[in-house]
């Protein structure tokens, strides 16, 4: 086991070096090789020549690429100083960017706002996957009868109906037709109550969408195992049906299971910018709407990298449960 969790331990810190550096092309060598002003893109085109000349000296826009990737990579576990343009500014590690249109670092602005994605996240996962997973082996065990017929076409409409008219609808139900909710979004610290109750409409928002395709991939996965000699095996020895669902079909249903949860947390955490759009949610995923609207570079560039490590950090705990679960994995 502990071979195992050294081989992804040093996998992932791979995969970091290859984030930063694909992440480094996306914003600084791609658009330098279109031609674009990679300066007049962090400062905004309606800057002064002096101030795009000071932010290209900033960035080191001048020196040799493997020099800027250094400092780039250097900047996110040590920190950084931009100097240039008769200024100097120092940007503490983490540093994610710093934003030369709001004069502030990149990284207090995604810890303000990564609270509010991780639990929109996290509260939907743990919905879509009770739900979900139970849906989908109910249908699994009764193929064919009325449940499995109804529990499907709900899960074919949660995956057709995009997430902003779900949440839409569920606005002008829940907020303004019943008024069961306010619909505002209340911050954990000021109260619990407010905050869970502004949370419960985006996290059924979000889970219906997940829960759908969930429940979809475990009953063709349940149904698939169901037919298996090992599962025939267990039920001729006499074990009892529930032994043989919850203790061998549920173990192998969750391997493809937890594939698609790593992807789809990791991504969330990301931020949801959909369901914290419809929800006005203060979030990572709001964070990068409104950068887009303002052009402000920096921040998309924090997100994009905050994203990416999301994805591999949902991976690497994926892996991990891999080996919990199935013994074999550890040989691989």
Same mark, same amino acid.
């Given at each position: 086991?502990?071979?195992?969790? %050294?081989?992804?331990?040093? *996998?992932?810190?791979? &995969?970091?070096?290859?984030?930063?550096?694909?992440?480094?092309?996306?914003?600084?060598?791609?658009?330098?090789?279109?031609?674009?002003?990679?300066?007049?893109?962090?400062?905004?085109?309606?800057? #002064?020549?002096?101030?795009?000349?000071?932010?290209?000296?900033?960035?080191?826009?001048? #020196?040799?690429?493997?020099?800027?990737?250094?400092?780039?990579?250097?900047?996110?576990? *040590?920190?950084?100083?931009?100097?240039?343009?008769? #200024?100097?500014?120092?940007?503490?590690?983490?540093?994610?960017?710093?934003?030369?249109?709001?004069?502030?670092?990149?990284?207090?602005?995604?810890? @303000?706002?990564?609270?509010?994605?991780?639990?929109?996240? /996290?509260?939907?996962?743990?919905?879509?996957?009770?739900?979900?997973?139970?849906?989908?082996?109910?249908?699994?065990?009764?193929?064919?009868?009325?449940?499995?017929?109804?529990?499907?076409? %709900?899960?074919?409409?949660?995956?057709?109906?995009?997430?902003?008219?779900?949440? !839409?609808?569920?606005?002008?139900?829940?907020?303004?037709?019943?008024?069961?909710?306010?619909?505002?979004? =209340?911050?954990?610290?000021?109260?619990?109550?407010?905050?869970?109750?502004?949370?419960?409409?985006?996290?059924?928002?979000?889970?219906?969408?997940?829960?759908? &395709?969930?429940?979809?991939?475990?009953?063709?996965? &349940?149904?698939?195992?169901?037919?298996? #000699?090992?599962?025939?095996?267990?039920?001729?020895?006499?074990?009892?049906?529930?032994?043989?669902?919850?203790?061998?079909? !549920?173990?192998?249903? !969750?391997?493809?299971?937890?594939?698609? /949860?790593?992807?789809?947390?990791?991504?969330?955490?990301?931020?949801?910018?959909?369901?914290?759009? *419809?929800?006005?949610?203060?979030?990572?995923?709001?964070?990068?709407?409104?950068?887009?609207?303002?052009? @402000?570079?920096? =921040?998309?560039?924090?997100?994009?990298?905050?994203?990416?490590?999301?994805? /591999?950090?949902?991976?690497?705990?994926?892996?991990?449960?891999? *080996? =919990?679960? @199935?013994?074999?994995?550890?040989?691989?």
């Amino acid at each position: 086991m502990l071979a195992y969790l %050294i081989r992804r331990l040093f *996998a992932a810190a791979v &995969m970091l070096v290859v984030i930063v550096m694909v992440v480094f092309g996306i914003f600084f060598l791609i658009p330098k090789w279109a031609g674009v002003d990679i300066a007049l893109s962090f400062v905004g085109k309606q800057a #002064d020549p002096a101030a795009v000349e000071g932010v290209r000296e900033k960035l080191g826009l001048g #020196d040799p690429i493997y020099a800027q990737v250094w400092e780039f990579f250097k900047g996110i576990f *040590a920190g950084r100083t931009y100097t240039g343009g008769g #200024d100097s500014i120092h940007c503490a590690a983490p540093c994610f960017g710093y934003s030369f249109r709001s004069e502030q670092a990149v990284w207090p602005t995604l810890t @303000d706002r990564f609270p509010v994605t991780l639990a929109l996240a /996290l509260g939907a996962a743990v919905l879509w996957l009770i739900f979900g997973v139970s849906a989908g082996v109910l249908s699994a065990l009764k193929r064919g009868s009325l449940w499995d017929r109804g529990a499907m076409v %709900i899960a074919l409409s949660g995956v057709s109906l995009p997430i902003y008219f779900t949440g !839409m609808l569920a606005l002008s139900v829940f907020v303004y037709g019943l008024d069961l909710f306010d619909g505002q979004f =209340v911050p954990l610290e000021d109260s619990f109550s407010g905050w869970f109750g502004g949370m419960i409409l985006p996290w059924v928002t979000l889970a219906f969408l997940y829960a759908a &395709m969930y429940a979809r991939i475990t009953r063709a996965t &349940m149904l698939e195992i169901l037919g298996e #000699d090992y599962i025939r095996t267990a039920r001729a020895k006499g074990l009892k049906e529930q032994t043989v669902i919850g203790k061998h079909a !549920m173990r192998s249903t !969750m391997t493809p299971l937890l594939t698609m /949860l790593g992807m789809d947390l990791g991504a969330l955490i990301g931020g949801a910018i959909l369901t914290e759009t *419809a929800f006005s949610l203060p979030g990572l995923g709001q964070a990068v709407l409104n950068a887009i609207k303002n052009q @402000d570079l920096p =921040v998309i560039l924090g997100v994009t990298l905050i994203t990416s490590l999301a994805v /591999l950090v949902a991976n690497l705990v994926v892996d991990i449960l891999y *080996a =919990v679960i @199935d013994p074999r994995v550890r040989l691989a």
